[in-house]
């Protein structure tokens, strides 16, 4: 379905009936990243998949794309749809976004998960990577997009996975160069919300791979110490929703119902 949004379209899907679930993607991804879970998810709850500013089927509004105009834009979705209360679900960019609607609006979030994300804002290192990546793309899109998208996965799974690894390079050459860029800038930028793991009056859960290539486990472990976060360690890559598919699935329900 489609939705305008300060003149702009934004996509988004919503199937099943009950409880309100909010599912965010990642960085190069869009909503189809939850085509295996969100029909499973959707047998007992409604789930709403939306794309977020400059990926899949919504477009660019600038040449950055900050989180807060990202959770902007799924406001405008939730408010269309009169839903209040939701769990929110966001894998890696998108528990940036999750992040900033759970800020906002604490009495609406009944459940926060974070999939291969953190509240950390990014490193000197961090930013200086993205900076690099922005002059790259600009010169090999393709090269630079489909390489990064292995990237994510644990090395030892990319064989196992090829055929996702391949649609997910197809669906992430969907983003534009202006959604790639905008979007770098509005990580690069993003706030310390930390805060929200020890002050806040919603269930938490953070779901990161051992082998994450993008997030340092123990930085993970360490924002949670002394909270009441629940936390899910799997083995694996960056991608937990398809290398540990069945996993997440069970952990998402459980957390959920």
């Not at 939701?86 to 609406?108: C, F, Q, T, W």
């Not at 694996?236 to 699935?249: A, F, Q, T």
Request: charged fraction near 25%; charge should be negative; include cysteine.
């Amino acid at each position: 379905m489609i939705l305008q949004h300060k003149d702009s379209p934004i996509y988004f899907s919503d199937q099943g009936k009950g409880t309100a679930i909010i599912l965010l993607h990642g960085f190069l991804e869009n909503s189809s990243m939850w085509k295996r879970l969100a029909p499973k998810l959707a047998k007992k709850h409604r789930v709403i998949c939306i794309d977020l500013l400059g990926h899949g089927d919504t477009a660019c509004i600038g040449y950055i794309h900050t989180m807060d105009e990202m959770a902007d834009a799924v406001q405008t979705v939730l408010n269309h749809l009169k839903i209040r209360r939701y769990y929110i679900v966001g894998h890696s960019m998108g528990g940036y976004v999750a992040l900033v609607l759970a800020e906002r609006l604490p009495d609406n979030i009944k459940g926060l998960v974070l999939m291969n994300s953190t509240t950390k804002p990014d490193s000197p290192e961090r930013i200086a990577l993205r900076n690099r990546a922005i002059e790259v793309v600009k010169q090999n899109y393709e090269t630079l997009v489909t390489m990064s998208i292995a990237n994510l996965f644990r090395p030892e799974n990319t064989e196992k996975f090829a055929d996702e690894i391949e649609w997910l390079k197809q669906e992430a050459l969907r983003t534009p160069l202006q959604g790639y860029i905008a979007a770098q800038e509005g990580m690069k930028i993003r706030q310390d919300l930390d805060v929200l793991l020890h002050f806040s009056p919603y269930k938490k859960m953070i779901i990161y791979g051992l082998n994450d290539p993008v997030l340092d486990p123990k930085s993970i472990i360490q924002q949670t110490l002394n909270t009441e976060v629940k936390l899910v360690e799997l083995p694996d890559g960056h991608m937990s929703y398809i290398e540990n598919e069945s996993e997440v699935l069970q952990e998402l329900m459980h957390f959920i119902e």
